[in-house]
């Protein structure tokens, strides 16, 4: 996964397919542990971005 920063649609459209991969049987466990990673990384990225977007939200409701 790049440095880059992509959508929340797009990390969840990738973690579905590593889901896809695993229940499958199509990884090796080489491509098993890469893909593990990855989706660790994923994860932490929708977190972090759902943890903002609840944040930001309970501001402005805060501000009324």
Known sequence: MAK?????EEAIAQL?????????GNLD??????QLKTAQK????C?????????EIKKMLNEK
Request: proline share 0%; aromatic share 4%.
């Open 4 to 8: 880059q920063e992509i959508k929340y």
């Open 29 to 34: 466990i080489e491509s098993l542990t890469t």
């Open 47 to 55: 977190k972090d971005k759902l943890t903002k977007t609840d944040e």
């Open 16 to 24: 579905e397919g590593i889901v896809r991969k695993m229940e499958n």
């Open 42 to 45: 994923l994860i932490k990225l």
